[in-house]
């Protein structure tokens, strides 16, 4: 009598393993716990189909997001990470907040425009303008934040090894280039003759492209005479402020204040 070949089971795996697996390969990193929790939540909340998904990935997403946002704050090399809350409104009060706030929600950015504060040194236009960056990084933008004497060592060095083009290059890409400190110390473009040129090259490789913010605390008028050569300085005039957000910042000095009451103190 033949006899039919016994039949060896299968087994199949669950709808969830199959669900664990699909995140495993979406690299999601959903656990079976979570799985299991958020399965249970459902099952005794009667959540729908959207709201169950919601509850199972939002912590998810929430982390990566935040993992993003430390990242680009990273990359952008703030010197001072200060928040527009803790800046002292009160103590220059002829400083706009509503037009500071709404600069900080980055809609220049978005529109490849540049912002320029001008002022006198102290009145907090560094603090300002790396928190507006700090706003940027957590809106999804990339921000690059140095001094203008960093800047300028920096392109003096690749001069030297012949990478200039591709300094130029790395520049031009963030959203948003922050230049504190243009105009502060006439050395840096004594100690660099190509000063001028180099600026004029990293806003002219942005100009409509990208926003770039420049800090100073010298009039426009001046610029011929710090840079030096007044039909370049025209030109990189005219790029930096073409469309761009103009802010003069007037006030006290936070740095004198600090000092008096150091004083005051002993």
Known sequence: MNRRPKKTSRITPSRRDQILADFATLRLPVTADQLDAALQQAQDTGLSHLDFLHRLLADQAGQRRQRSIERRVKD???????PL???????NPAISRVQIETLAACDFVRRHQ?????????????????????????LGFRVRYLTSGALLEDLTAALADQTIHDQIRDYARPDLLIIDEFGFDRIERNVCPQAASLWYKIIDARSQRRSTALVTNIDFEAWADYLGDPPLAMALLDRVVDGATIVK??????RVHRGEEKRAAQ
């Open 249 to 254: 910042l007037k006030g006290k000095s936070y």
């Open 114 to 138: 540049n912002l320029v504060f001008v002022g006198q040194s102290g009145v907090g236009k560094s603090h300002l303008i790396q928190s507006i960056g700090q706003a940027a990084c957590t």
């Open 76 to 82: 952008a090399r703030f010197r001072d990470l200060k």
């Open 85 to 91: 809350a803790e800046f002292d409104w009160n103590f």
